[in-house]
């Protein structure tokens, strides 16, 4: 069955530092979205990309968060510097299209960030 | 602006009892709803979703999930939980458009033996 893959699982940093995570979702999924689930919270999207371009990124807290999809395919998130406010799990979904209501999103296993 | 409202952060139930977990949605058009499973430390899962076709939907694991729109409400049902049942369930909108979609905070689910 495809997946979702996501790196690392799990990060821990200082901050002040940059971290970044990778995504690579599934064959043929055109729209991609990274999402930050805070403990307790439900997910928060942070970007989404149709193919190579940004669609969304209007919670994406730009002075210090980049996000890139170059070829269309996988993806980098990037933190830099790394507040104690970013620990949460950062989860990459992939989606076939994004201009369909009944778009079922199917989500990576997630990264885990703790910022010391 | 849609938005989605899970009544409980926490529910906990008896093994064999019934599940009830409570989702409200605010749509100012005709929305799709989901429910996503989400059990530690994994990604979520999609459950069931209703895109109009019919007002009771039926998922995945035996639950089901029923939109009434008089009520703004796509409760999440599953007639006897079972101990895999525990696990973070989330209620998700997304407009006719789909260009996003919304999610709630979060029901966790116990199951007790």
């Known amino acids: 069955e495809a997946e979702v893959a996501q790196s690392p699982r799990y990060k821990i940093t200082e901050k002040s530092q940059a971290v970044a995570f990778w995504c690579d979702p599934i064959?043929?999924?055109?729209?991609l979205y990274w999402y930050r689930q805070i403990l307790g919270q439900g997910p928060e999207l942070l970007v989404q990309?149709?193919?190579?371009?940004?669609?969304?990124d209007s919670q994406l807290p730009k002075d210090r968060f980049s996000a890139e999809r170059l070829k269309g395919v996988d993806s980098t998130l990037k933190i830099q510097p790394a507040e104690l406010g970013d620990s949460a799990m950062y989860l990459c979904?992939?989606?076939?299209?994004?201009?369909?209501?009944?778009?079922?999103?199917?989500f990576g296993a997630g990264s885990r960030l703790t910022v010391l | 602006a849609q938005s989605v409202t899970q009544l409980g952060s926490h529910v906990s139930v008896s093994e064999g009892a019934l599940v009830l977990l409570r989702c409200n949605y605010s749509?100012?058009?005709?929305?799709?709803l989901f429910w996503y499973v989400q059990y530690p430390n994994q990604g979520l899962q999609l459950l069931l979703k209703?895109?109009?076709?019919?007002?009771l939907v039926k998922g995945i694991n035996g639950f089901e999930a029923e939109f009434k729109k008089s009520e703004t409400s796509f409760h999440l049902t599953k007639p006897s939980a079972h101990m895999s049942d525990a696990a973070e369930y989330f209620c998700?909108?997304?407009?006719?458009?789909?260009?996003?979609?919304?999610f709630g905070a979060g029901t966790r689910l116990f199951v007790k033996a």
């Open positions: 979904a992939s989606s076939l299209a994004h201009n369909s209501g009944a778009n079922v999103l199917t």
């Open positions: 064959s043929g999924h055109a729209t």
């Open positions: 990309f149709q193919d190579e371009s940004v669609v969304d």
């Open positions: 749509s100012s058009v005709p929305p799709y």
């Open positions: 209703y895109t109009s076709a019919a007002t």
């Open positions: 998700a909108v997304s407009d006719t458009g789909g260009f996003k979609t919304i």
